[in-house]
């Protein structure tokens, strides 16, 4: 799951103002339109109302089926119940609202209907959407479910279903919502009154739920409850189909609509891209201004010269800062987690790079470590291995709460379904290798992403000997076409065992007459160097890396571990 951190807090005192301001605002526009209606009798043609209520209808399902999609399409990186809860909401009012307007009267109809069908299908779909939010409001915005996404759709059909056809063949069977010339009957009345009241339930559960914390999105979808509880209002007051109350009550319900909409969008697609690229905000800009400047007028460049010299000094500062803030990511040089040591090295070829590795204590008897290769180096495959590594916690975390699917494989396999989610261009790919050690047990699973340098296992007193795992799929934009199976293997660790974990970067590593430095070579020297600590064995495989490089230039970041169980 991602968690999204809070918008900037709003002042209660200005909220409250808002939120008044809407209230008596809504109060006075249902208020005139009463006047309008019972002093001057005022009302619209038949074909008039029928194309406005044509154009508020679609711009209702408009808005409904946006919602619907927006928070169905981004469960699976969030997994909030109340989500999902008002994404089916939504779909449901949807549906009705799309045949509530195909059976209006007036507009020509595929079935055969009489007036208290339309209505029907309008009082099923408000009574759903007070049943949704208040549901959804009551639920805790913190708290997660593994339900499948795709069975809650099904559900949502199948209740969708039912009430179309109960309100196309049964309404001659159910009590009469609308008689015409004359208006509302009391069952109508009543329902609209219990409609209001789940809304107003709702809001307050909305409002313990924010326990005082007022942010943007929080005031909007208040907001947009007041204004669908005075549209509702309206609807219990008509006499007339074509009278100013109905108007008003259709202009109040897409306005209310429109707030919800602006909250979830702001809340869950909106916010969260701001938050995550907002620390690389100034050096994106500076480098796609610089990039049009170049198109647009070389002249210009070309007369500023000396100021472009200064400005790229101030780049290379920057990049160098983001250097240094890739490196504090990193764990520290050598770390012992439990009976664990790790000993790693990490050589970008560029400012910045596309390797990433780290290690971590996931409770007091599991560790969780990985090293990862992004397809390129430079600012952007940085920038997407600090996306891989928040991803790869998130999964990890989420994982662990699912006791049955704590493996690597199914953290590789979530973590593949986040990415496909994701905006990257779909040529960018990355892979990696994830394992978790056992204390207990001291047992480590393995599953590999698409890493073509299997892990050298080096038994205390015996002769190293390269894992026979499978290198698995890469984690890759193929998500609509294909789904990979990782595979998790097990290596049983003694005391002093070791396994030494590398990037490419490493076996490909060329010296200055185009030879590679290759696995082979590696292992061959692991074994000659015979039984030692990993921290010395790290220190000597620095130099054999040196001397290879001797005399030539790093092609390819470098990324390199050795863990060792230091303790029986």
Known sequence: MVKVPESKLINPNRASIYLGTIFISSFFIVYISIILNNIFNISVSVNSFLI?????????????????MVLFFTFDIFKKKHHLIL????????????????????????FSVDIQTPTYFWIFARTVF????LWSFCTSKEKLTGFRKEFSLVISIIIASFLIFLSISYTHMLPVL??????????????????????I????????????NYSSSN??????VILAIFSEICFTLYTNIYDTLNMTGHILKIVSYGYIFWAIFVKNVRRPYIQLFQENDYLTVNVNDLQIAVEKNTKEIMAKNAALSNYSKKMEEELAAARDIQIAMLPNGEENIHDLRFSFEFIPCDELSGDFLNYFAIDDKNVGFYVMDVAGHGVSAAMLGVFAAKSVGESTRIKQKEASLFSPSSVLHHFYDVFNKSHFPDETHMVMLYGIYNKDSGKITLSSAGLNCAPIVIPNGKVPYFANMDSGFPICKLGSLFEPEFKDFDIQLGFGDKIFFYTDGVSELKNKDGEFLGSDKLIEFIKESGPMPGPLLKKKIDRVLENHL???????DITYCVMEKFSP
């Open 550 to 556: 001797y005399g030539t230039v790093q092609a390819d």
């Open 178 to 199: 609308l008689v015409k010339g004359v208006g509302l009957t009391s069952i109508k009345i009543y329902m609209e009154y219990s409609i209001i009241i789940s809304y």
């Open 219 to 224: 005031i909007s979808l208040l907001s947009g």
């Open 87 to 110: 994404a089916n909401t939504f779909l449901l009012v949807g549906f009705l609202d799309i045949f509530h307007t195909l059976t209006y009267d007036g507009m020509y109809n595929l």
């Open 201 to 212: 339930l709702a809001g307050i559960c909305y409002l313990k739920r924010m326990n005082g």
């Open 130 to 133: 007070g049943i949704g939010i």
């Open 52 to 68: 406005f209520h044509i154009f508020a209808e679609l711009l209702s399902i408009l808005v409904s089926i946006s919602i619907f």
